[in-house]
């Protein structure tokens, strides 16, 4: 469940489109010491004011923009006057959002590609030079095909002449390639440009101090009550039933549902 508190004043909401690693997203913004949680995109408008994100960022995902009911940014999100960076089915997006279009390529991409930067921008900054030859990890059959007003080109690449864009008055940024995964060498420097320097969050925040909060917040709502939790094992279970143990020790009773998925052996 979203929440709204105050000790994470600094944070950024990833909108999530499907992709296989948006997860790896919000594990990069939060190794950075940077609060963000990751909402499905149709629950996203609902959230978006009492969140109060200093940025948002698109995800990836598996469907096309040219498809009739695919998934869609809430159009508030532009509106918010926050910094937004699109990856990869993130861009097409944005990009079909404001006004530009994405075409079907013949020229997929998957795998280990380089980008030409060619402009500098807020996003490169220290990280990227114009001039450099750079390897990212691309994941796409559409691309960009023409850009929305304001907005300009700062990477190219064999596959995709809009590798990278960016509309410096309103802050949003956008690339093709997934700059989340670890083959994309310099991704989460990028990453932290954009939630350090370009949303402004202090990056003073740890997963330590999530614990404690977390913990002292379940102390206060089960007070000398007893809790049942569900486990079937999977990291989401197990971890809530740590931390629910140490808040509250022999008050929680921990009840194993055996679902049929788990590895050989493991039950």
């Not at 009492?50 to 995902?61: D, H, L, N, R, T």
């Amino acid at each position: 469940p979203m929440t709204t508190d105050t000790l994470h004043s600094d944070r950024i909401l990833i909108i999530d489109f499907g992709s296989q690693v948006t997860q790896l997203i919000a594990r990069r913004v939060r190794e950075s010491g940077v609060y963000c949680e990751v909402v499905p995109f149709n629950k996203s408008e609902e959230i978006l004011e009492s969140y109060a994100p200093k940025g948002v960022i698109f995800s990836g995902g598996p469907s096309s923009v040219l498809d009739i009911d695919t998934p869609r940014a809430p159009q508030a999100v532009f509106d918010l006057g926050v910094p937004i960076l699109g990856i990869c089915y993130g861009e097409q997006t944005m990009v079909a959002q404001l006004g530009g279009e994405v075409e079907t390529s013949d020229h997929r991409e998957f795998g280990r590609a380089h980008v030409d930067v060619t402009a500098n921008s807020a996003l490169f900054d220290g990280v990227w030079a114009v001039g450099d030859h750079e390897l990212v990890w691309m994941s796409h059959g559409d691309r960009v095909n023409a850009l929305p007003d304001g907005f300009r080109v700062i990477a190219t690449s064999d596959g995709a002449p809009y590798a990278a864009i960016d509309c410096e008055a309103r802050k949003f940024y956008a690339v093709q390639f997934h700059p989340e995964v670890m083959h994309t060498p310099r991704g989460t420097d990028l990453l932290k440009n954009f939630s350090h320097k370009i949303c402004g969050c202090s990056g003073d925040w740890t997963m330590a101090a999530f614990r404690e909060t977390e913990i002292a917040k379940v102390r206060a709502q089960v007070g000398s009550g007893r809790v049942i939790c569900g486990l079937s094992g999977g990291v989401d279970s197990s971890v809530v039933a740590v931390l629910l143990h140490e808040a509250i020790g022999d008050q929680l009773t921990c009840i194993y549902v055996d679902t049929g998925v788990m590895r050989a052996g493991e039950s």
